[in-house]
């Protein structure tokens, strides 16, 4: 039994650095979520993309690069960024509604409609989330509107 212990902590002391840590317990992570917090996003970007070859796929990463590269109008990474985060938790309704953003921005319509309509429905979305959600959705149906609007005007 203690053999057994004894090559398990040895396989995990190896392993370690294979599995590689959290983007929480990095020192990255505090200057990257005070530079959103504070709307610095260029400088937000900067770190963002020095620590993206470590750490794209943690959900705490992926989440303020998603949120810097819309930002910096990286729309398109921060959808990935966004819908790996949803993959991974797809509780985090803060990432549902950015991924809303982010589909907004690419001019996906439905998909912005369908993650609003979640947003709204869930009895656990705090308050200012759903105002949000239904703001972007209301903003959405409008553009839908011109949208259709524009296609009937070129087909006549």
């Known amino acids: 039994m203690i053999i057994k212990t004894l090559i398990l902590s040895i396989c995990l002391l190896f392993l370690r650095p294979a599995i590689g840590q959290n983007f929480v317990d990095s020192s990255d992570f505090e200057r990257l979520k005070e530079y959103v917090q504070k709307r610095d996003f260029v400088n937000g970007w900067e770190v963002a993309q020095l620590n993206a070859n470590e750490y ?30 949803v993959a991974n938790k797809p509780t985090w309704l803060d990432a549902q509604y950015y991924l809303a953003k982010s589909y907004f921005r690419m001019k996906n319509y ?44 070129q087909v006549s």
């Open 110 to 153: 439905q998909a912005v409609l369908q993650l609003c309509d979640t947003l709204i429905s869930q009895s656990n979305s705090p308050k200012p989330l759903v105002a949000a959600s239904i703001s972007l959705k209301k903003t959405t149906k409008r553009k839908l509107a011109q949208q259709s609007l524009f296609y009937q005007q």
């Open 56 to 85: 794209l796929g943690d959900a705490d990463f992926d989440f303020l690069y998603g949120i810097t590269a819309l930002d910096q109008n990286n729309v398109e990474l921060a959808v990935f960024a966004f819908e790996r985060v």
